[in-house]
């Protein structure tokens, strides 16, 4: 049975507090198992030409790809990212980037989700994909 968003251990343990996600001011907005959605400010993650970094959406990407993953997963498995491609397609300068990830495949083994990112007025920023790998939540 899958796993709910509030159950997963990290968030549960209020260790998000302390991690990328919350420096990066990534705000999940809602998950389930057909989509996560979720949301960063481009202030504070901008690149040096006053653009939003690149690697800020491939952390928005992974993050929400990693959190779909884990919904599938958990509790017998976890995930961990076997290759993340992100593709930018537009720049932001301003305001708030969503991005939604959906899954492509989810298997016992692993999952592939693709996440769409946009911008406040609806233009697509950058689509990522993201491949999981689901490990035994048991030491081997």
Do not use: Y
Not at 31 to 52: D, H, I, K
Not at 87 to 104: E, F, K, L, M
Request: glycine share 10%.
């Amino acid at each position: 049975m899958p796993i709910e968003l509030a159950d997963m251990p990290a968030m549960a343990a209020g260790v998000v507090d302390e991690q990328l996600v919350t420096r990066m001011g990534i705000e999940v907005v809602r998950a389930s198992l057909e989509e996560v959605v979720g949301r960063m400010p481009v202030t504070g993650n901008r690149q040096m030409f006053g653009l939003l970094h690149g690697g800020a959406s491939g952390v928005l990407g992974e993050t929400l790809g990693s959190i779909l993953a884990a919904l599938h997963a958990l509790p017998d498995r976890f995930p961990v990212g076997l290759e993340l491609a992100c593709t930018h397609h537009r720049a932001a300068t301003s305001g708030w980037v969503t991005g939604v990830a959906r899954p492509i495949h989810v298997g016992r083994s692993t999952s592939t989700s693709e996440i769409v990112m946009t911008d406040e007025q609806g233009r697509r920023t950058c689509t990522a994909k993201l491949t999981c790998l689901h490990r035994d939540t048991e030491p081997t």
